[in-house]
């Protein structure tokens, strides 16, 4: 049966709608129909990445837009899971509502006005209880396998600093990246792949930790640097096209001289 092309007029009801549309399995769209949890994951992650930039450069129109398509990423797993009778959208607002209500009961219920350090605290507490009435034991519990790794590692280190399982500061943190810099470089002769991947993981993760230690976010820190080297390298790519070549041609000797150009010009 072909469901009905007027759509609400109510905003969340239309898109739910729109979705609903999208998915049907005769009159929908054959891309849509075919997709599965995992198959819209990695649009997911990149929607919300998509969030974060516009809101990092207060780009609002932006943000409004990256918003409309994460909320779309949510209705669309919440599609699929309608279809198999798992679960609903509403389904979804509500646990969400009540799991707010429940890590906030200083603001709807009795409990006494916590001050930003106390609401810290208890939100933990709530989190490890809620872990443990899903029988998720231990410290490092929960700590999500999908987040970017690097951001899953400072979770970690963090989970693990709680219970004192960390360096006493951060001078000891950057001896500690010294130490594995040193074990990269008596593995680079041998240059077995899984001995290099095995220590430059644990430079990384040493890494994390020390954005932890110095109160950054890593992957904030490493959007910056990104972001950084885009904006100089293409600097570089206009500095040579005015001198009438290309980062191709001109070969590595001119395109440092053009880098180091760019950054005495302290545009970046």
């Not at 998915?23 to 919300?48: K, L, M, N, S």
């Not at 001896?175 to 041998?190: D, I, N, R, S, T």
Request: glycine content about 4%; hydrophobic content about 50%; aromatic content about 6%.
């Amino acid at each position: 049966m072909t469901p009905p092309t007027t759509l609400p007029a109510d905003p969340m009801h239309r898109l739910l709608a729109i979705m609903a549309r999208l998915r049907h399995d005769t009159a929908g769209c054959p891309w849509d129909q075919v997709q599965t949890f995992a198959t819209i994951a990695p649009y997911t992650i990149e929607e919300a990445y998509e969030v974060a930039d516009a809101a990092v450069r207060l780009d609002l129109a932006s943000l409004r837009d990256e918003l409309g398509d994460l909320l779309f990423q949510v209705v669309y797993h919440a599609r699929i899971a309608e279809e198999q009778a798992a679960f609903t959208f509403a389904d979804i607002a509500t646990a969400i509502g009540d799991k707010m209500l429940r890590r906030h009961p200083h603001v709807f219920g009795e409990e006494p006005a916590r001050t930003q350090l106390d609401h810290s605290a208890a939100w933990e507490a709530q989190k490890q209880a809620e872990r443990l009435a899903r029988a998720e034991s231990g410290v490092l519990a929960g700590v999500p396998l999908a987040l970017p790794a690097l951001t899953r590692a400072e979770k970690l280190c963090a989970r693990a600093a709680r219970v004192g399982f960390d360096w006493p500061d951060t001078p000891a943190v950057l001896a500690k990246l010294e130490e594995e810099v040193a074990e990269l470089h008596a593995e680079l002769p041998q240059a077995d792949p899984d001995r290099l991947e095995d220590e430059l993981g644990d430079i990384l993760f040493v890494i994390a930790n020390l954005a932890r230690k110095l109160h950054l976010d890593p992957e904030a820190a490493l959007r910056r640097a990104n972001a950084k080297f885009t904006a100089r390298f293409t600097a570089v790519e206009h500095l040579l096209a005015v001198q009438g070549t290309t980062p191709a041609e001109a070969g590595l000797e001119a395109m440092e001289a053009a880098w180091q150009q760019v950054k005495k010009a302290v545009l970046f």
